[in-house]
């Protein structure tokens, strides 16, 4: 669901016997009525967990799943002043296909999608479309680790995109996660148990002002039950980081001490009072100095227990690009096993599809031989019957033809018939 104007757009969804293409739904925020917003073009098909993102006039949705199940990786932009639907064409590598992720876009140039699911893996990886070179990337991401996560709800304020809940399907995710899209560095601002309701999958979060002051307002979601509890934060800027001998009392007293002493060398005129002042600022100059020395050697003792570590920290990561070779090549390996068993597989799917058209043929033969079967015992009888008919003709034959060999011969007893 997007806000735009006022307005309430909802894209999409589960529903049974409804249309092969997605349906656009709004709600008129003044007259509080729902309605059905009849869209042309490039029509993207049905699906439910994908994202949808307000970039000017225009919705911004990407991937998905549709009824069969299917996992989408396209990007699909809705002009809501014309109603009408048009595919949007990158370069490079886009994100793998999933849902229940979440996207952003930042300064009007930048779309950001962030996690979401297949339906084996989790992701916590994080991609780019640069709108003036439609090309995707996936950029180096610093600070804080993110956990692979799906279902969970983000929204942006300025630079920074707040990531609230989202799960694995078995435990969720307890960090309120932030981004500053500028930097590309996540930050993990609070933390709740797994088994509280900001640690749901499917929760949802808005963004509210109250005298000039932004609020985030989490509702819902689902951890193992269902919940409708409420949970309002409101975000406070960070201070920005500088370094630390800029933030040094120390530092601050030598630069002091340095422009004292610069001020009274200009001076023509001295009294004693500027000299006892003068020699004062030196003391303290001297001191800062001396502070600042220690504190040069503490930073030099650190930078040496850093350089001492180094040597550790290539060989974890010499480990790690084996390790990942290895994970590669095992992946390799695995996948051209899947491409085998795949051949093997479409081999026999052909084998059982020429066994069952043999199949069928024997059914028709058999059930011919039945025909022919039933026709020769029908023969059969009919010889049988033909042969006993023949046999007693013979017999009447053989009778009639003894009767006038007697008769000829004058056998007594045997008398011509008047």
């Known amino acids: 669901m997007v806000k735009w104007d006022k307005k309430l757009v909802v894209l999409g969804g589960n529903l049974k016997g409804s249309s092969d293409r997605i349906m656009v739904h709004c709600v008129d925020l003044e007259t509080q009525t729902w ?59 886009p994100p793998a296909p999933r849902f229940d992720h979440t996207t952003a876009v930042h300064a009007e140039t930048y779309l950001l999608v962030f996690g979401g699911c297949s339906h084996s893996t989790f992701f916590s990886d994080l991609h780019v ?33 707040y990531i609230v809940g989202g799960g694995d399907n078995k435990n969720g995710c307890p960090e309120t996660m932030v981004l500053n899209m500028s930097k590309l560095s996540w930050l993990a601002l609070t933390s709740v148990k797994q088994r509280e309701p900001l640690a749901s999958e499917g ?42 001998i800029f933030q040094s009392p120390a530092a601050a007293a030598a630069a002091a001490s340095v422009t004292a002493a610069y001020a009274l060398a200009k001076t023509e005129k001295l009294d004693l009072a500027r000299i006892e002042d003068g020699v004062s600022k030196r003391k303290e100059e001297k001191q800062s100095q001396s502070n600042g020395a220690i504190e040069l050697e503490a930073m030099r003792e650190e930078k040496a227990k850093l ?64 025909s022919i079967e039933n026709e020769v015992q029908l023969l059969r009888e009919q010889k049988s019957a033909l042969e006993k008919q023949m046999e007693a003709a013979s017999s009447v034959q053989r009778q009639g033809s003894g009767r006038v060999w007697r008769w000829i011969a004058g056998s007594p007893g045997v008398a011509a018939s008047p």
């Not at 996936?138 to 995109?161: C, M, S």
């Not at 109250?210 to 193992?224: C, P, R, S, T």
Request: glycine share 6%.
């Open 35 to 93: 309605s059905v917003l009849e869209t042309s073009g490039n029509v993207p098909i049905a699906r439910s967990g994908h994202s949808a993102t307000l970039f000017g006039s225009k919705i911004l949705m990407f991937g998905g799943e549709n009824s069969s199940r299917n996992l989408l990786n396209d990007l699909h932009v809705l002009d809501l002043e014309t109603l009408t639907w048009d595919v949007v064409e990158a370069r490079l590598t």
């Open 203 to 244: 929760i949802s979060i808005s963004l509210a002002t109250i005298d000039q002051e932004k609020y985030l307002v989490a509702f819902g979601g689902y951890n193992g039950r269902y919940n409708n509890e409420v949970f309002i934060m409101r975000p406070k800027p960070r201070d920005s980081s500088r370094p630390k």
């Open 129 to 161: 479309l640069d709108f003036r070179t439609m090309e995707w990337s996936q950029p180096q991401i610093q600070g804080d680790l993110v956990t692979p996560r799906a279902g969970h709800a983000g929204i942006t304020i300025d630079e920074n995109w």
């Open 307 to 370: 350089e001492l570590t180094l040597p550790e920290v290539k060989g974890e990561n010499s480990k790690l690009r084996e390790e990942i070779s290895k994970v590669n090549n095992t992946h390799a390996e695995l996948f051209k096993e899947l491409q085998s068993v795949q051949g093997q597989l479409i081999a026999e799917r052909s084998r059982c599809f020429k066994l069952e058209a043999q199949i069928a043929e024997i059914q028709k033969l058999l059930e011919s031989m039945q």
